[in-house]
């Protein structure tokens, strides 16, 4: 069972930036694809961003060129920098695995953390 805490949300305005990060518990961390997802008010989870085990990533189109996923195998961490925040952002952030090789669906996601809320003001 991999265990996955995300932190950094918070309440911003638009334009700012924020990192969240996601621990794992997992020691094998490593080989895990690692995603963001979010999940909006009467809205369903949808995919943010993606990273291989070997740094490829994918990102939705939404947040291309604003959000940048990287991921530190040594600490069991990914991270999720959000720059240009916009009231659209605004939402529920989770941090997920997949032990596929390379996958943008939310049902591939095995594990998931419990969230942590990002809120953007206009």
């Known amino acids: 069972q991999v265990q996955l805490v995300e932190s950094g949300g918070g309440l911003v305005q638009t334009g700012d930036s924020l990192r969240l990060s996601c621990a794992a518990s997992e020691p094998t961390f490593s080989i895990y694809i690692m995603g963001w997802f979010r999940q909006a008010p009467g809205k369903g989870r949808e995919f943010v961003a993606t990273?291989?085990?070997?740094?490829?990533?994918d990102y939705a189109d939404s947040v291309k060129g604003r959000f940048t996923i990287s991921r530190d195998n040594a600490k069991n961490t990914v991270y999720l920098k959000m720059n240009s925040l916009k009231p659209e952002d605004t939402a529920v952030y989770y941090c997920?695995?997949?032990?596929?090789?390379?996958?943008?669906?939310?049902?591939?996601?095995?594990?998931w953390g419990q969230g942590t809320q990002v809120t953007v003001s206009s």
């Open positions: 997920a695995a997949s032990g596929r090789l390379r996958t943008t669906s939310v049902s591939d996601y095995d594990y």
């Open positions: 990273i291989t085990w070997s740094s490829s990533t």
